[in-house]
Nanobody, 135 residues
Framework: QVRLMESGGGSVQAGGSLRLSCAAS????????YGWFRQNPQKGREGIAG???????NYEDSVKGRFTISLDNFENILYLEMNSLKPEDSGVYLC?????????????????????????????WGQGTRVTVSS
């Protein structure tokens, strides 16, 4: 089992920045592929960033160039640096861990018209942290 605990959410004006953290504990040797997901009424739950243990990362198109995902393998903490925030970035941000990759190492999408970051089918989820971006 893996426990995931997010922190760092809050309210910010458009153009601002936030840094989210997700502390992982438990069987992180097995569940070592991580992702950040955003949930809001407009789009439901979508994967926005994923990372492999070797540091290879990929992003959903709307956050490319603005968000950066990183992983501290020693401390088992996942981060999401969010810059140039927009109101449409508002939502609950959840981290997830899986024993299989959530992204493709070559940076492509999983299938035509599909996501860059797949949803874990048998992974673990945190409780989420809320981000509110005001215009």
């Amino acid at each position: 089992q893996v426990r995931l605990m997010e922190s760092g959410g809050g309210s910010v004006q458009a153009g601002g920045s936030l840094r989210l953290s997700c502390a992982a504990s438990g069987d992180t040797d097995t569940y070592k592929y991580y992702g950040w997901f955003r949930q809001n009424p407009q789009k439901g739950r979508e994967g926005i960033a994923g990372i492999n243990p070797d540091g290879i990362a990929n992003y959903e198109d709307s956050v490319k160039g603005r968000f950066t995902i990183s992983l501290d393998n020693f401390e088992n903490i996942l981060y999401l640096e969010m810059n140039s925030l927009k109101p449409e970035d508002s939502g609950v941000y959840l981290c997830a861990a899986d024993y299989r990759p959530l992204i493709k190492a070559d940076g492509t999408i999983w299938y035509p018209g599909g996501p860059s970051v797949r949803t874990p089918l048998n992974g673990y989820w945190g409780q989420g942290t809320r981000v509110t971006v005001s215009s």
